[in-house]
């Protein structure tokens, strides 16, 4: 039987486009922040410029207001490589998600999927890249063979994404707009990795990046342009020059709502509108409104100051719950709104026994599912809540949200009640029934039953919710301390073994739906704090790391290899459901609170930005599934 999946876009609704040759509707049409370009001839009149079935986005049926072109709007970034924020908030996708969560043709007119092994993509006629060339299926043929194929510049053979089963796609190209990838097996990941904040790339600007390609470059002009750039191998300079996911590189043509004027290294990136963007308001109105983004870099530990002092018209990193009480004041002061979005991970906080320590001792009892139950019994999630997030977050173990169409309450409730009694039954069940003179544990050597908890010391809620967890295990006999480290030694401590536990997020995805795919539950990459040496194992295909050796955790990986063999959404569901509650059982991570919620500073003038929303990297995109295109000012 074959499951055949239709999307059509951008053709919904209906759109008042200016005809050509008609002056007044060209004048009313046009952004003000163009007139030179289109005076000097640069660019040609919007509808020569749009593809021509633009995506409409119709406004009102939305619940937005249509806006106007113009403004500026000032945000600030810790450092020069958050510019990537940009790529994710302007959320230009081949297929992204809706605010429902599904699937729909974002930069694509349109798509079929026939048993998630055979996509079928249609590519919107007249679509041009920021320099005005034509977007076209060439782009995805340069990608597949000059990328992809190469193997100076894709060593590793391809993304995980696209070799699900070992083997890479059949690419075809049916016509100039429509492009095929056909897998021998289902491939539900492929979808999801296209929908997500940093998306698979499979296409991208051949008439701009072949000029740094070996294939089409002679040998004296590609070792200039090395040493323009200071690349040795030319593959590093196409990476380089490439690079979409981190636009440091002005001349990369991009499809992008705005795109990067400024090359680093540099204090404050200039974005400015995309004059092709493929996307319009029901009135004909190209999107985005807003003509520029400046982007300043500051410290992050100042961030929230300076947006409490005016100085972002728009602000959702760099900014926590904790500083929520300061920006609220702010609006006295200057012309801000504070809104607060629910955040989507499954815990904002959660503590991460390594089950791959290096101390054997260790490893063992965190390996012990009883030791881990008993943490998660000894730790008052009420007070936490009650403390650190003045009640408003939700005491649960590190799972989905009720949002999610898979949520269940056994899975938010897995071990989570205060329960000392039984969390010192199962220590001493363990066989941790010695202690020292001041009622600490004694481990199977002798040592204290002394947990370090680790922290890359980036927020002071993590420390504040350690020193109430510290209280609470001391009643059942042990010991906590706390050790910050910057997040790259952290990361490297956790790789090597020496991190016992760290405190952390819980799962990315909190508000999954059953097409989207569980990698989160069970060891897929090196950065699972509770797993990196499994995680490594599978990310890099058995090459380095460590296969699983814990039963539940190899079962964890069969069912998410189940899934990735599905064509069917039930049985997928069905996948989801067993991981869901063999992790939250095994309490292979200590969820805490979620539900919890995440300031977003705007200017009081700004339009169409959610007073509420959910908040988070992936499935959202931060701001990017709000479609930042569509803000406006009122007074710009």
Partial sequence: MVTRRTFIGGLIGSAILPSAGNAAADRDIEPEFLRDWLRAGRIPAMVDRLPTHPRIINMKEAGLQPGVYGGTVRTIIGSAKD?????????SRLVGYNEKLQFQPDILIGFTSENDSVFTFHLREGHRWSDGQPFTADDFRYWWEDVILNKDLTPGGGALELRPHGKLPRFEVIDPVTVRYTWDEPNPNFLPALAGPLPLMIFGPGHYLKQFHKKYQDDFRLSALMRENRVKKWADLHIKMSRASRPENPDLPTLDPWRNT???????????RNPFFHRIDENGVQLPYIDRFI?????????????????????????DFNDYTFLKDAEKRFPVKVSLWTQVRGSRVALLPNLNCADEVWRNIFRDVRFRRALS?????????????????????D???PVSPLFKQEYADAFIAHDPDEANRLLDEIGLTNRDDDGIRLLPDG??????????????LDTDVLELIRDHWREIGLALFTRTSQRDVFRSRAMSGTIMMSIWFGIDNGVATADMPPNQLAPTVDDQLQWPLWGMYYLSAGQEGSAPDLPEAKQLVDLLNQWGRSSRFEEREAVWHQMLSLYTQQVFSIGLINSTLQPIVKSAKMQNVPDRALYGFDPTS???????DTFWFKEA
């Fill in 295 to 319: 982007l300043n870099v500051s410290s992050s530990s100042i961030i929230a100051a300076k947006a409490g002092a005016g100085e972002s018209d728009l602000q959702a990193t760099g900014v």
């Fill in 262 to 272: 400024t090359a680093p290294p540099a204090e404050q990136f200039i974005f400015v």
């Fill in 447 to 460: 040592r204290r039953a002394a947990i370090t908890v680790e922290t890359p010391g980036e927020s002071n």
């Fill in 399 to 401: 799972t989905v949200l």
């Fill in 377 to 397: 019994l000894g730790v008052d999630r009420h007070e936490i809540n009650m403390v650190a997030f003045y009640g408003l977050g939700k005491a649960s173990a």
């Fill in 622 to 628: 931060y701001l990017g599934l709000y479609m930042p």
């Fill in 83 to 91: 510019i990537r924020y940009m790529t994710v908030y302007g959320y």
